[in-house]
Nanobody, 127 residues
Framework: QVQLMESGGGSVQVGGSLRLSCTGA????????IAWFRQAPGKEREGVAA????????FEITSVKGRFTISQNNAKDTVFLQMNRLKSQDSAMYYC????????????????????WGQGTQVTVSS
């Protein structure tokens, strides 16, 4: 059974950086995707970035492009989300999620297609 665990969250000032880690990914097959989602209080969960396990292709939503980078280590047991130039609107609980197969392109950031989730790590950005 796959268990994902996030770490690396914390409090940072606007303009700062954090690197989130998602461990436990080694059992996700090469055909799978791993994504980072976030949810702020009172808002819907939104996909932020995703990575294709085999090819390493990455996807980011427009609001984080150029600031956030998703990657995986060579052992493919950990997925990272490097977050730079953080903004107050980036404050949220961040979750990593995985699915075993390639999703349709339009579903990459749809939370319902991901079957495995971590418990989240809180990111707070203050001015």
């Amino acid at each position: 059974q796959v268990q994902l665990m996030e770490s690396g969250g914390g409090s940072v000032q606007v303009g700062g950086s954090l690197r989130l880690s998602c461990t436990g990914a080694e059992r996700i097959p090469s055909t799978g995707y791993i994504a980072w989602f976030r949810q702020a209080p009172g808002k819907e969960r939104e996909g932020v970035a995703a990575i294709y396990r085999a090819g390493g292709s990455t996807f980011e939503i427009t609001s984080v492009k150029g600031r956030f980078t998703i990657s995986q280590n060579n052992a493919k047991d950990t997925v990272f989300l490097q977050m730079n130039r953080l903004k107050s609107q980036d404050s949220a609980m961040y979750y990593c999620a995985a699915r075993d197969r390639v999703p349709d392109y339009e579903d990459i950031f749809r939370s319902a297609v991901y079957s495995t989730w971590g418990q989240g790590t809180q990111v707070t950005v203050s001015s």
